[in-house]
T-cell receptor, first 113, second 115 residues
Framework: AQTVTQSQPEMSVQEAETVTLSCTYD???????LFWYKQPPSRQMILVIR??????QNATENRFSVNFQKAAKSFSLKISDSQLGDAAMYFC??????????FGAGTRLTVKP | NAGVTQTPKFQVLKTGQSMTLQCAQD?????MSWYRQDPGMGLRLIHY???????DQGEVPNGYNVSRSTTEDFPLRLLSAAPSQTSVYFC??????????????FGSGTQLSVL
């Protein structure tokens, strides 16, 4: 089964600085989708960004961008100009577009004022 | 827009009790699923459904039953609760796989404690 690994249980960043969260995955497929979800203390799961594996261009959503390295099976999330509201658990997720989405264990991000 | 609605938000059970977690969506999504979230383990798929009358097991199905009689509803049943089922449960829905929109819409979660 495909696995998703987030090697950083906790990260911290100073407000207005940039932080990168790491994610690697294991798959033998060539077509798949990758996601980053944010979970604030409210517990709600919020989609941050999505990447299709067939697209070489890295996805960007405002202050959030990814570094997708298909050959290395790496999918890191960069948060620029960090804000206090970015503090949350971040989950990396993988799916082949079927009925099974696999999540990493999560990275807890703290933003220091 | 209600999106995905889960009830209850919190529940405490005694070992051996049964209960049903409710999930409803108003987006006409064919695909619905249940996940459990445990510390250090992310979210794991329990059961899923690709349409009314069709359900299948995910990664951790033991101890849980599901049914899908309508497109809107996908309840999760615990027949005999065990302390190992203490977790946060999320219901999620999406458009049918293969349509190019695999984004999951999540409910707000249910915190379940089994004593």
């Amino acid at each position: 089964a495909q696995t998703v690994t987030q090697s950083q249980p906790e990260m911290s960043v100073q407000e207005a600085e940039t932080v990168t969260l790491s994610c690697t995955y294991d798959t033998s497929e060539s077509d798949y989708y990758l996601f980053w979800y944010k979970q604030p203390p409210s517990r709600q799961m919020i989609l941050v960004i999505r990447q299709e594996a067939y697209k070489q261009q890295n996805a960007t959503e405002n202050r959030f961008s990814v570094n997708f390295q298909k050959a290395a099976k790496s999918f890191s999330l960069k948060i620029s100009d960090s804000q206090l509201g970015d503090a949350a658990m971040y989950f990396c997720a993988y799916t082949e577009g079927n009925n099974d989405m696999r999540f990493g264990a999560g990275t807890r991000l703290t933003v220091k004022p | 827009n209600a999106g995905v609605t889960q009830t209850p938000k919190f529940q405490v059970l005694k070992t051996g009790q049964s209960m049903t977690l409710q999930c409803a969506q108003d987006m006409n999504h064919e695909y619905m699923s249940w996940y459990r979230q445990d510390p250090g383990m992310g979210l794991r798929l329990i059961h899923y459904s690709v349409g009314a009358g069709i359900t299948d097991q995910g990664e951790v199905p033991n101890g849980y039953n599901v049914s899908r009689s309508t497109t809107e509803d996908f309840p999760l049943r615990l027949l005999s609760a065990a302390p190992s089922q203490t977790s946060v449960y999320f219901c999620a829905s999406s458009y049918s796989p293969g349509q190019g929109n695999e984004k999951l819409f999540f409910g707000s979660g249910t915190q379940l404690s089994v004593l």
